[in-house]
């Protein structure tokens, strides 16, 4: 048997109670890791905002030609133009579409179409005075995604530049300028992806005059609302609690089993003589420079002294240097002695298989200075 093994088994039994606690430790984290991975809630909570619905809202705009000129022949219908001749052409027309993107629902639409002719202040915006007019409304009901509701409107340009110098003259000027444009309010209420919806909307068409012309300039807005939606999403357990979790456990369980063997085999202890064994070994490290390893001729020490049999190594060799001798090792039964005058001192070392040497000592070689 090995030193080192001895070491090891001494080191085991000495700290039995420590080791077989970290063990179980080892045992429990491997358990917990492992149910924590493979089994529980394993599921986080993420929230996004997602757009409920979007509205789509456009107005189309034209005039019909109804004066002969050199260019536009009479009936001719000029569409979505930057600029209109108000001679030529001067009644503006056309609708105002609304509809809405959403994943599902129905809603029912009221559309007003209003000619709104207003003062306002130039450095304030202040809004001095307000003249409306309807021009047309409609409803519509359980209108679906992808679908339209409209609304027509018709303005005579040249009556509304005719109404609007008149106005001003009636005030005796204005103090700022005067704006003219088509408002359209859209009323919509229902159910969209399952939420209920209720909302008013305003969008204009400018109507701006000059130089024989006027330009029709859309001002249209979309609405899209939008609402948090939490979703669970399954979280599956990382390298570490995958494989560390079972490789703990596994660790454990081999620590417990390996445990568990070696005291039903006796190998957590050391027996009396193999603590003797090893307190020997550790003892002829340390003495070596005390000690001399030979064989004894035949017939060396025929007449034997008295023998002392020494219980340690270390009185043998503080026995050596008293008597400023020597131990010598027997290299063939392993018996350290020390010989002087009187005597010969005797230590019996243990054996590695727990035997114990009785044969009679060989006289000792004498050392000679």
């Known amino acids: 048997m090995t030193d080192t093994t001895l070491r090891l088994r ?11 606690l970290a063990v179980l430790l080892v045992t429990g984290a491997g358990v917990v890791v492992t149910y924590g991975a493979y ?32 260019v536009f022949p009479l009936g001719t219908r000029l569409s979505d133009r930057s600029r209109y001749y108000t001679r030529i052409a001067p009644v ?34 202040e809004v001095l005075w307000t003249q409306r007019r309807p021009l047309d409304a409609g409803s519509t009901t359980g209108l679906s995604p992808g679908e339209t509701a409209t609304v027509d409107y018709r303005v005579n340009v040249t009556r509304l530049t005719d109404r609007t110098a008149a106005i001003t003259e009636s005030l005796g000027g204005t103090a700022g300028e005067v704006q003219t444009f088509v408002r359209v309010q859209s009323r919509f209420d229902g159910t969209i992806a399952g939420s209920r919806v209720e909302q008013t909307t305003t969008d204009r068409l400018a109507i701006s005059t000059g130089s024989g012309t006027y330009s029709l300039t859309p001002n249209t807005t979309t609405t899209a ?7 669970e999403i399954e979280d599956p357990p990382g390298p570490l609690r995958a494989i560390g979790g079972p490789l ?31 307190a020997y070994r550790a003892a002829r490290d340390e003495y070596d420079d005390w000690i001399t390893t030979g064989t004894l001729p035949a017939g060396v020490g ?49 054996t590695a298989d727990g035997e114990i040497d009785d044969e009679p000592p060989e006289p000792a070689i004498r050392r000679i200075d």
């Open 302 to 350: 025929d007449t034997p002294g008295e023998h002392v049999v020494v219980d340690e190594l270390e009185g043998l060799v503080d026995v050596a240097i008293d008597t400023d001798g020597r131990v010598i090792e027997n290299a063939a039964t392993g018996q350290l002695l020390v010989e002087t005058p009187r005597r010969t001192y005797r230590y019996d070392p243990p």
């Open 10 to 20: 001494r080191l085991v039994a000495d700290n039995l109670a420590v080791i077989a």
């Open 248 to 278: 703990l456990l596994a660790a454990g369980l081999i620590g417990v089993s390996a445990l568990a063997f070696a005291r039903v085999r006796g190998k957590l202890s050391l027996s009396s003589h193999e603590r003797d064994l090893l």
């Open 225 to 231: 609302p939008t609402i948090e939606e939490t979703v």
């Open 92 to 125: 503006a027309d056309g609708n105002y579409s609304f509809g809405y993107r959403a994943a599902s629902g129905r809603l029912d639409v009221d559309l007003s179409a209003t000619l709104v002719v207003r003062g306002v202040a130039t450095e304030s915006s």
């Open 39 to 70: 089994t529980g809630d394993r599921t986080t909570t993420e929230s996004s905002e997602t757009t409920l619905y979007e509205t789509e809202s456009a107005f189309a705009h034209g005039a019909t030609v109804a004066r002969e000129n050199e």
